[in-house]
């Protein structure tokens, strides 16, 4: 790209124009392959506990972008151990929780602690507070998380806010 001068002083880069046919063609996506993800490789995966919020990303090798199952989507499995409980926090993506196994609380938004249980189905909407508790002594939490995350960071508007910080995630 040919940079030119806009009336601010700082260089502003010359677009590319493209039929609108050309563009239809180069936009073409080979179909995508099905995928499974086996429950037993997730556990034995879960088990090994390598990172502090004891979550593994479903990620589909296809995509273009990294940790997206889908289009503009991505999903995790998240335990969340006994006695534990994940940091309130909120950002700027929405989540679906579905609670595979074992039962906890989730708080969301100042508002009193929900109770919930094996498939229940939770929607967190973007910048909503919220935090998963695990108030029992031997079973494990499992949720399964669906998020624009993905999105979001391809917008450059991927935003994490714990306490009164808000962090912007994208990087250059």
Same mark, same amino acid.
């Given at each position: 790209?040919?940079?030119?001068?806009?009336?601010?002083?700082?260089?502003?880069?010359?677009?590319?124009?493209?039929?609108?046919?050309?563009?239809?063609?180069?936009?073409?996506?080979?179909?995508?392959?099905?995928?499974?993800?086996?429950?037993?490789?997730?556990?034995?995966?879960?088990?090994?506990?390598?990172?502090?919020?004891? !979550?593994?990303?479903?990620?589909?090798?296809?995509?273009?972008?990294?940790?997206?199952?889908?289009?503009?989507?991505?999903? !995790?499995?998240?335990?969340?151990?006994?006695?534990?409980?994940?940091?309130?926090?909120?950002?700027?993506?929405?989540?679906?929780?579905?609670?595979?196994?074992?039962?906890?609380?989730?708080?969301?938004?100042?508002?009193?602690?929900?109770?919930?249980?094996?498939?229940?189905?939770?929607?967190?909407?973007?910048?909503?507070?919220?935090?998963?508790?695990?108030?029992?002594?031997?079973?494990?939490?499992?949720?399964?998380?669906?998020?624009?995350?993905?999105?979001? !960071?391809?917008?450059?508007?991927?935003?994490?806010?714990?306490?009164?910080?808000?962090?912007?995630?994208?990087?250059?």
């Amino acid at each position: 790209m040919k940079p030119t001068n806009s009336s601010l002083g700082a260089a502003i880069h010359a677009g590319n124009l493209l039929p609108f046919e050309q563009y239809l063609t180069q936009s073409r996506n080979a179909k995508e392959v099905a995928l499974h993800w086996d429950i037993n490789v997730i556990n034995q995966n879960l088990g090994q506990r390598t990172n502090t919020r004891g !979550a593994l990303n479903l990620n589909n090798p296809a995509r273009r972008m990294v940790g997206e199952m889908a289009s503009g989507i991505s999903m !995790a499995v998240q335990i969340i151990a006994p006695r534990e409980k994940t940091q309130s926090h909120a950002h700027s993506f929405w989540h679906i929780y579905i609670v595979v196994s074992g039962q906890g609380e989730v708080f969301i938004d100042e508002k009193e602690n929900m109770k919930i249980q094996s498939g229940d189905v939770i929607y967190i909407p973007a910048w909503s507070h919220h935090q998963f508790i695990n108030p029992h002594n031997d079973a494990p939490l499992m949720l399964y998380a669906m998020q624009n995350l993905p999105a979001m !960071a391809e917008m450059g508007t991927l935003m994490r806010k714990e306490s009164n910080d808000v962090t912007n995630i994208y990087s250059e």
